[in-house]
T-cell receptor, first 115, second 112 residues
Framework: DTGVSQDPRHKITKRGQNVTFRCDPI?????LYWYRQTLGQGPEFLTY????????KSRLLSDRFSAERPKGSFSTLEIQRTEQGDSAMYLC?????????????FGPGTRLTVL | SQQGEEDPQALSIQEGENATMNCSYK?????LQWYRQNSGRGLVHLIL?????REKHSGRLRVTLDTSKKSSSLLITASRAADTASYFC????????????FGTGTKLQVIP
């Protein structure tokens, strides 16, 4: 199965530490998305890449957050100086602009707990 | 911010019964999608309906879309315990790329 994969699946960190998450999209997909989901809520859009270009960032993405997709394949999401409010599930999705529906396929997520 | 609101927030039914979930949204859309999420897991795409479609079926799923009322419904027939999950609607806006906005979800429990 070559679905979207995310690493790590769980991360526990202390407030003030930096964390980095990785997402590997479906290989032929050129679009990649990051979302954040808190308990009882739907996913909230964070940022979007088409190939290596970051085309949109949500206002939710403060200056402590940075995302990259250097070669248009995998992506990383880094959170600097983590805060307890950053505790959430971070979801990655990918899609292909070559399809008529551009359906997004999600990875299993990385659950972040900030102590 | 969430684009859509699902109704009800939670639903509990017996196995074999039908489950209906509703989604309302605010802006013009290109398409509307429904996703399922099992507890603590990623989202699984279920079905997509385009803005020019009114009804769509996939297996035990039936989706309707009323663009004049900005609402959609998801019907799961003959529910099974394995259908227990949260269900989210997600809308893609008219024009531009497909930035999808999710609703708040309906938590469905199917009791064996």
């Amino acid at each position: 199965d070559t679905g979207v994969s995310q690493d790590p699946r769980h991360k526990i960190t202390k407030r003030g530490q930096n964390v980095t998450f990785r997402c590997d999209p479906i290989s032929e997909h050129n679009r990649l998305y990051w979302y954040r989901q808190t308990l009882g809520q739907g996913p909230e859009f964070l940022t979007y890449f088409q190939n290596e270009a970051q085309l949109e960032k949500s206002r939710l993405l403060s200056d402590r957050f940075s995302a990259e997709r250097p070669k248009g394949s995998f992506s990383t999401l880094e959170i600097q100086r983590t805060e307890q409010g950053d505790s959430a599930m971070y979801l990655c999705a990918s899609s292909s602009s070559g399809t008529s529906t551009d359906t997004q396929y999600f990875g299993p997520g990385t659950r972040l707990t900030v102590l | 911010s969430q684009q859509g609101e699902e109704d009800p927030q939670a639903l509990s039914i017996q196995e074999g019964e039908n489950a209906t979930m509703n989604c309302s949204y605010k802006t013009s859309i290109n398409n509307l999608q429904w996703y399922r999420q099992n507890s603590g897991r990623g989202l699984v795409h279920l079905i997509l309906i385009r803005s020019n479609e009114r009804e769509k079926h996939s297996g035990r799923l039936r989706v309707t879309l009323d663009t004049s009322k900005k609402s959609s419904s998801l019907l799961i027939t003959a529910s099974r315990a394995a259908d227990t999950a949260s269900y989210f609607c997600a809308t893609a806006p008219s024009g531009g790329y497909q930035k999808v906005t999710f609703g708040t979800g309906t938590k469905l429990q199917v009791i064996p």
